[in-house]
């Protein structure tokens, strides 16, 4: 059976926009992008409609929004890769306004009209069945599906950055280079599935499909700063900092810091830390699809995994800020013949050791407090975060 690849058509649209003339652009844009794709990669492309969404307002949106509907288009009918086309503008994580942008990771690609239609002061505004901005939706489509596939920016042809032409009126073409490297990707493209599988085999899923793609996960781990994500989360750093402020003053917590052994401390952090990242994600609801489905595809594995690690990873930057913190106090804050008499257990003075080992308790307190009391403001910024490229 030859190999294929499904791309879904997710429109959405707000309310003031023509929804068919959305789609109009959207199959009319594909036709053309599935010939030249099938073309270059040696392997047919088949777009479909995968369905059609009402956007409450016409506000910019991040393309992680559209995520879900995209992740659940995905899993319910099988697709390798989704494009969304929306009317509402797009913006990058740095609050640019963009033509569309693509993650690699979940194989989603985000194409506004927005500013497709957009034209220059004083001249009337571009409509959707203009063959110029069916040309360029269709170029635009075609540069995000080749980010999708694995091709990075070039100085010429397909891969440079989007820009919008007036007078584009043909689409273009993958360069000799570009068409080999896709061929040789052609066999990866298509995504791998799991059909209703259970607990078992779609964690084992994960695990496969992670070991596959180590650069789809290392990348985005890479470009969040994971472990830097607890500073920008102050309800999570205010929960585990506060208690742990609380409890440094207190002799209970002593007695059990300095009374336990290194390795038990340490197997209490790990596992504490661990817990309470399983705990966040299925709490928050972060995994993909959201809705239980029976299909679970290749790269909304590989999302899965970078998401949980990114929370894995920012629950040990909150450890370490916490235990830092604690260190701090014992360190330069306390007298020393003052936490001499703190324990009741007959412990002596107090090394740098069992400073490290109390500090790596309390932090974990800290941690497990943050992750039931303070939670996630936000979802959409530990879902994927920074996997969208232009």
Known sequence: MQQEMNVGLLIASSRETDQQGLIALARNAAKDVSAKMSAASGIPWVFHLAGTKALETDEPRRPSHFLEDAS?????????????????????????LEPGLASPVTRVAVVSTRKLLSTPRGEPVRSLDSPVVEWNAAVLIQHLLGHISGLRHSAHGIMTPFSFSEARQDGASFSPAECKSLQKRSNQLPERQIVNGNVLENFLFHILMAARHPKSVALPLARNRAPLLALSLPSLATAAVAPSLLLVFSAEIWDAGLGMSNTTAAAYAAASILAASLYLVQVQSLFFPRKEKRVLTEHIAVANVVIFLSILLLLFGLFFLVGSLVLIMG??????????????????????????????????????????AGGLESRTSYTAPRTFRR
């Open 72 to 96: 659940l288009a995905m899993a319910d009918q099988a697709f390798d890769a989704v494009v969304v086309v929306t009317d509402v503008g797009l913006t990058s994580r740095r609050r640019h």
């Open 331 to 372: 360190l330069y804050v306390f007298p020393e013949d003052l936490m001499s008499t703190w324990p009741t257990l007959n412990q002596g003075s107090v090394e740098l050791t069992d400073l490290l080992r109390l500090a790596a308790f309390i932090a974990t307190v800290g941690v497990t407090t943050g992750a039931l």
